[in-house]
């Protein structure tokens, strides 16, 4: 069975707007990570298909998590 990196960004995202208890708008994390709003919208959207280094580092620190808690593989049927 072929295998596909997903992301949790949205997920985790999520958990800290709980943890905070307010919403955190996709702004205010590129304005906290220094990332380009393409770059966002593609992680939100789960449309990843270059993981760069960089970025992911950004937004672990931002969210506060590990590589395992934002990057997963998941199985696919096709």
């Not at 072929?2 to 800290?16: D, M």
């Not at 702004?27 to 990570?33: M, P």
Request: hydrophobic residues 40%; negative net charge.
């Amino acid at each position: 069975m072929p295998v596909q990196v997903s992301n949790r960004f949205r997920l985790l995202l999520a958990e800290k707007e709980t943890r905070e208890k307010r919403h955190i708008p996709l702004k205010e994390v590129q304005r906290a990570t220094g990332m380009a709003w393409t770059t966002l919208q593609h992680w939100a959207n789960n449309d990843v298909t270059r993981f760069d280094v960089p970025v992911i580092a950004a937004l672990c620190e931002y969210l506060d998590c590990e590589v395992g808690d934002l990057l997963v593989l998941e199985q696919r049927d096709h």
